[in-house]
Structure formats: C-alpha cells, structure tokens
C-alpha cells in the first residue's frame, strides 16, 4: 500500500496555533512548543511515550504517527487544513493512536521514520505522517497531505478511512509486512565500512571536487538546482582545498566565493534585521523560505569567517557580524543559551484571519516610500524595489507574494553611486540610515514565532561561532557570548554526577537525555572556546564528555558512533550517521574533535580512533564523496601531521597575544593553538604530555614553539621568526 507524496503550494495561509476557548487536549502539558501549538486541536493527540503505545496494543489499533517542528510552514499548513478540522479528528480518533513528536526534541525518533518515509517515497520532510503497528513499526508514510482528495489523488481523510478498514481486514498481511520494513531499514542504516577499511586517498577528494564543480551554478552561484540550500559543509570541504591548493582544485575558493556573495546579496539575507532564511525556492536566492534556525546562522557566520580568511573580503565580515547582532537581539537566552528558530510565518495585518508566510519580511514600495520619503528611490534602486513586487518568474506561481517585495541587492555601492553621483561613503551612510529606519518601521508588526527550547547541539554550534570569530576579529564580546552559552549547557543541561548531557530546555530541563550529536557539536564548541580564550575549563570538560561519547555511543567493534544509546526500546533503529547535510554529521564532526584533542593532549588512542571513524564509512566516501563533505574534511587531517603552536607566556601578556594573533593570522588547516600559561592550565596539559612540562618562556618573554606533531623548531619570542616557521617563507 503506498501512497504519492502531495506537494503544497508555498504561501498557503497558516493557522494560528491555540484559540481562546479551545479544549485543550493532553499537548498542553508539554513544555515542546511544537506540541504546544497542537494542544488546542479536537485530535486525542499523545506524546511519544509509553502510555500511547500500551493504548494501541490493548486497543489493537494502529499508531499514526504525525512529526514536525514549530517553525515548520508545512506544519501550521496541515494542522489548519486537517488536525483543526472536527470531522477529521473524529476518524483519527475512532480509528487510530495519534502521537505528536517534536523532531528538534527527539532526531532518533524523527530519523527512523524519515528513513522509511524516503526510501519508499522517494523524498522526505514535515510534517512527515507514518502510519505504524502498535509495536511502532511502519508500513506507510508521507510528509503533507491535503485534507481532502483533488486532481486524482488521495486526500487524508480519504487516506485514513482506507488504512482503518485495511487494518480492519488485513492486519496480519501488514504486521507482515512491517516486519519485513524495518528489517530492511536496519540493513540500509548500517554503513558498509569498517575500522579495518583505508582512509580516503587524493582520488577521493578528486572526486568530491569534480562532482561539485559539474553541479555548480557558474551563472548564480550554488549547487544544483533549485530550491538553493546553504549547505555549509560544502563550503568548508571547498575552503579546505583552496587552502591546500593545487593545480586540480583551483577554482574551489571562486564556487565559494561566488556563492557565499549571492547568498549574502539575496533575498535569503535578511537586510534589515540581520541572519539568513532558510533556503531559496528560486535559482537566483532571491525568494527565500522565510524561517530562520539557529544552526544555519551558526555555520554560515563560519563559512563567512573561514572565506575572510582565505581571501580577504569586508562584504563576509559584515555577514558574519550580521548573524551575531540578529542571534544576540533575537536568539538569545537572558542567561546565555540560543533558541532554536524564528518561524516564516507572521499574520500580515492585526485583523488577519490566519498568518502568512513572509508576512514580516515582505515589502510593498508603497511603504517603503512612506517610510523612507526622499531616500526611497535610492534604496529602492539599491534592493530592487518595484511596484508590481520583485518576484522573479516562476516564484510565484500561485500570486501570494503579488506586489511584495523581497529585498535583494541589486546596485554596489559603487554602482548606485555612479548613478546617483554620490561618494561610495555616502551611499553606504544613506542605506544604512534607511535600513535603521526600515527595521524600526518592522518592528511594529506581528513578528513570527519564537521557538525558544534550548538545544544542546545547535548551542554547541553557535558556541563554534562565536569563539571562531572572536579569534578572526578580536571582539571580546564574541568571546563572551560563547563563554556565557557554555556555561549555560553546563548548568542547566549536564549532569555532572552521571557525566552526561541532555538534549533540550524550555521552563527547565526536558529530561530528555542527549545524543550522539549532542556530545559531538558541543566538544567542538569547547575546544574551539579553549583556543579562542585558553580557558583550561573547557579543554578538560571536552576531554570529559569525549570519553563519555565514547561510553555511550562507539562501535567498539566496527567503528563509528551511534545516533543513539540504543537504550530505548521504542527506538526501532541505532544507525550509524555519516551524510553531512543541513547539519554535519555527528560521525564527521567527531572523528574532527578525536583528532584535535589528540594533536593537543598527545593521545594516540584518539587519533586511531578518529582514522576508525572514517574508515567506517570508506564505501561510502568512495561512492558519493559530495555527501560527506565535512568528513572529508576530518579525513583530510588525519592524512597529515598536525601543527601545534604553543605559546608559552603569560595569558593577556601583549607580547603573549601579539603570538597568538601571529598564530592565528598564519593558520594552517591542521593546527592547534595552546597556551602554556605557567599555571594550571598548563599543569593539566603537562599530566596528559610530558612535553608541555619543560615548555617555559625564554628570558621572561613569551615564546613561540612551531611544532609538527610534537616535533619542535627552535623556540622564540621574535615575531619574525616565528612567522618564517608558520609560513616557511
């Protein structure tokens, strides 16, 4: 029995979420926002949970199974259409258990299902709606569907009646065959390496390199055709090659560069209030999907970050400096954490029936004219403004942007000072002030959703961020923004006696213990915090969790890490992930942290432990290379001996960080910094690695000590000196 999967129109109008006067079902008592906006529907909703699974099998009845997130348009758009509708409800619940799950709560639930609902559709997203036996295993599944049939196929209420009497006469065929489904979902989770496999060699990255440039757009920039996703990954494999250059890779830094620009001139930039949306529905990034979520500000502010690097460009630091005033003004807990997302959606007027998709962004030039007066035509000229609204063609099809406008810079400052005959200076100062005026104007409308759980993972993201940019630009405030974020995960999502992180927090602590994924960006976070400060807290509590990560989740047999603990029971799955996507694998990502804290802690272990993990997934990097590209990454690291810098001297010394900046100026791909401090961080370092007991400074000045895998050059505190020892010029 299968199913074609509906594809919506964009822009649909979106429901608001809890009514006054609704009958709240069992929802309301959850502290996810996405079950929250559910609460107030007439379907008998449950949590994932036990207490839904014993109803189904005393019942006998089959789980239907609905997953999304709050900031999903798609699901706002379905839960309107269908689980607001009475008539619905009443065949949900005659027929069916109805669970609602959190997908940014739960992954390994989300991801079980969403393997099944892709491998027999042929493509996946939320909501994504599975209909399972009460022993939670699937035989159909979907993302969204219309309420009611048209244009030939099925609608859900159709869906429903037809699946209750197929349960009714053909149960044992299919509890039949489910079983035989999730026996092959375990067989395609597995990966087809092993620790006994070989790392990946220059044809590899070859291939990864050329499969990209086949794809790329040379005329706007991206990969593949639309709708355009920023997938950082990409960027960083791309940045890896440019900074290794050869004659073979050449072009890597211009696809990235190219790309980075359009994205950041596009209308997926938020101009006026800062951060980027989604993806682009169009080639051209022009009109984005509007949500915004927090773990595409963090990489993108690193993509930006690490292209400044390679190539020096104010246009990336602007974008990056962006992300961080949009993330500190809207994302931010008052204690330190990061929310999740802000939704597309937001009602257009106070009297609006139902909320919008872009409603809060979209721009008609009518009020930008009122806004701006005399600066209007300017700004309008600068971002592409028109009357009739700048929709590209075929963007949208169905008129619900109609005359808005999507803000995308279309003149340089040089160029709209040439037409304006203004002084670069001038036009940059003008639009500035527009734009100030513009985000004031803004502000007075309904702003979209905040969802404000705290995730460990995408934290651990954001933290990355800001440590890397405060090392890049030396903004202390960078800095302590990434430090107050730890120290909140610290406090309000670890256990310190059981050593172990938790996924979530809103109104306190979800309960919900973390995953592999959790472990993995959060020690990422950290060590990049302890080379951005030299904070010894941070190094040895990544050293902690590590060894907890390994507990927890190694296949100590064949390598790799676990999604999951393989402790919960409703968990039908333990895949090993290796596929770098909106979000890097928590495999990729790990055998990264393995190999640092080796390079800084002289482990061994762990640096063979980081070379198993790649090896797991040799197959796969062999045959689709394009999909793991931050693995490559992590791969590329373990093909060469690391560069440690140490520099011993007193922390906030000027001559101490005038090395430090030396060293981070001249950074090779594989190198880490450290601080020998004469005191207790360096006391920690000296019980992992005798090296760093005899590192002192010479003459009472800081000292530099150039070091490939522990094998030093001479010691010395001239500048000059050391920058020939970086550079090898």
């Known amino acids: 029995m299968k199913f074609l999967l509906a594809f919506a129109i964009l822009l649909l109008p979106v429901a608001a979420?809890?009514?006054?006067?609704?009958?709240?079902?069992?929802?309301?008592?959850?502290?996810?926002?996405?079950?929250?906006?559910?609460?107030?529907?007439?379907?008998?909703?449950?949590?994932?949970?036990?207490?839904?699974?014993?109803?189904?099998?005393?019942?006998?009845?089959?789980?239907?199974?609905?997953?999304?997130?709050?900031?999903?348009?798609?699901?706002?758009?379905?839960?309107?259409?269908?689980?607001?509708?009475?008539?619905?409800?009443k065949v949900m619940n005659e027929h069916f258990i109805n669970v609602k799950l959190d997908r940014e709560e739960r992954p390994d639930v989300d991801q079980v299902y969403m393997t099944f609902v892709q491998a027999s559709t042929g493509s996946g997203g939320w909501p994504m709606s599975v209909w399972m036996t009460p022993d939670l295993k699937p035989f159909v599944g979907g993302t969204y569907f219309p309420p009611e049939?048209?244009?030939g196929r099925p609608g859900f209420k159709?869906?429903?009646?037809?699946?209750?009497?197929?349960?009714?006469?053909?149960?044992?065929?299919?509890?039949?065959?489910?079983?035989?489904?999730?026996?092959?979902?375990?067989r395609i989770t597995a990966p087809t390496g092993s620790a006994d496999s070989t790392l990946p060699d220059d044809a590899v990255f070859k291939k990864a390199y050329d499969d990209f440039r086949k794809i790329f757009d040379g005329q706007y920039g991206g990969f593949g055709e639309e709708p355009k996703f920023p997938r950082v990954a990409t960027f960083q494999f791309l940045h890896h090659l440019a900074a290794t250059a050869t004659a073979d890779t050449g072009e890597a830094l211009e696809m990235s560069h190219q790309t980075l620009t359009a994205i950041n001139e596009g209308g997926i930039h938020d101009h006026i209030g800062g951060g980027f949306h989604r993806y682009s529905v169009d080639r051209f990034w022009h009109v984005p999907h509007y949500e915004k979520m927090l773990y595409d500000q963090a990489q993108l502010a690193i993509a930006y970050i690490e292209a400044d690097h390679l190539r020096r460009d104010p246009a990336f630091e602007s974008a990056a400096r962006d992300i961080?005033?949009?993330?500190?003004?809207?994302?931010?807990?008052?204690?330190?954490?990061?929310?999740?997302?802000?939704?597309?959606?937001?009602?257009?007027?106070?009297?609006?029936?139902?909320?919008?998709?872009?409603?809060?962004?979209?721009?008609?030039?009518?009020?930008?004219?009122?806004?701006?007066?005399?600066?209007?035509?300017?700004?309008?000229?600068?971002?592409?403004?028109?009357?009739?609204?700048?929709?590209?063609?075929?963007?949208?099809?169905?008129?619900?942007?109609?005359?808005?406008?999507t803000l995308v810079r279309k003149l340089s400052d040089k160029e709209a000072a040439q037409r304006f005959e203004l002084s670069p200076e001038d036009i940059r100062s003008k639009l500035e002030s527009s734009r100030k005026r513009l985000f004031d104007a803004r502000e007075k409308r309904a702003h979209p959703h905040l969802d404000d759980k705290v995730l460990t993972a995408w934290n651990g993201l954001m933290i990355s961020a800001y440590a890397k940019a405060h090392k890049k630009y030396g903004d202390k405030g960078y800095l302590a923004a990434a430090t107050k974020a730890a120290k909140f995960i610290e406090k309000n999502l670890h256990d310190p006696e059981r050593g172990i992180l938790f996924r979530s927090y809103r109104e306190g602590n979800s309960?919900?213990?973390?995953?592999?994924?959790?472990?993995?960006?959060?020690?990422?976070?950290?060590?990049?915090?302890?080379?951005?400060?030299?904070?010894?807290?941070?190094?040895?509590w990544a050293d902690k969790l590590q060894a907890r990560q390994d507990e927890l989740f190694l296949d100590e047999d064949n390598g790799g890490y676990f999604a999951t603990t393989g402790n919960d029971a409703s968990v039908l799955i333990r895949p090993k992930e290796g596929y770098d996507g909106a979000e890097p694998s928590e495999n990729s990502i790990s055998a990264?942290?393995?190999?640092?804290?080796?390079?800084?802690?002289?482990?061994?272990?762990?640096?063979?432990r980081a070379k198993d993990v790649i090896r797991t997934f040799a197959s796969e990097l062999e045959e689709m290379p394009t999909a793991h590209p931050r693995m490559l990454v992590s791969a590329a690291a373990l093909r060469t001996k690391p560069t440690q810098v140490v520099i011993a001297g007193k922390p906030d010394a000027p001559d101490t960080l005038a090395l430090v900046e030396l060293a981070r100026k001249h950074a090779k791909p594989n190198q880490v910094t450290i601080l020998a401090d004469g005191g207790k961080g360096q006391a920690f370092l000296g019980s992992h690695a005798e090296f760093f007991q005899a590192i002192t400074p010479?003459?009472?000045?800081?000292?530099?000590?150039?070091?490939?895998?522990?094998?030093?050059?001479?010691?010395?505190?001239?500048?000059e000196v050391m920058k020939k020892q970086l550079t090898g010029e």
């Open 592 to 608: 990264h942290n393995l190999q640092r804290l080796g390079s800084i802690l002289q482990q061994e272990e762990r640096i063979k």
């Open 17 to 89: 979420e809890v009514k006054p006067g609704d009958k709240l079902n069992r929802l309301a008592k959850e502290t996810s926002p996405y079950l929250r906006q559910h609460s107030g529907n007439p379907v008998d909703w449950y949590p994932w949970g036990e207490e839904a699974f014993e109803k189904a099998r005393k019942e006998n009845k089959p789980i239907f199974l609905s997953v999304g997130y709050s900031t999903c348009h798609w699901c706002h758009v379905m839960a309107r259409e269908s689980f607001a509708s009475e008539d619905i409800a």
């Open 698 to 719: 010479i003459d009472g000045k800081a000292t530099a000590y150039v070091c490939e895998d522990f094998v030093c050059q001479l010691p010395s505190s001239d500048p």
């Open 158 to 186: 159709s869906i429903l009646l037809q699946l209750a009497e197929a349960w009714k006469n053909d149960e044992a065929e299919i509890r039949n065959q489910a079983g035989q489904i999730t026996d092959e979902l375990k």
């Open 324 to 405: 961080f005033h949009y993330v500190a003004r809207v994302l931010t807990h008052p204690d330190g954490g990061f929310y999740s997302a802000e939704d597309a959606d937001s009602l257009a007027s106070p009297d609006a029936a139902h909320k919008t998709e872009g409603a809060f962004y979209l721009w008609r030039l009518k009020e930008i004219e009122e806004v701006l007066g005399d600066d209007a035509e300017l700004f309008n000229a600068a971002y592409g403004v028109t009357v009739e609204g700048n929709s590209p063609p075929g963007s949208d099809p169905h008129n619900k942007i109609g005359d808005g406008n």
């Open 511 to 540: 309960g919900i213990e973390g995953f592999a994924v959790d472990y993995a960006f959060l020690i990422q976070g950290l060590l990049d915090l302890y080379e951005a400060g030299f904070d010894i807290r941070w190094l040895q």
């Open 149 to 151: 049939d048209s244009e």
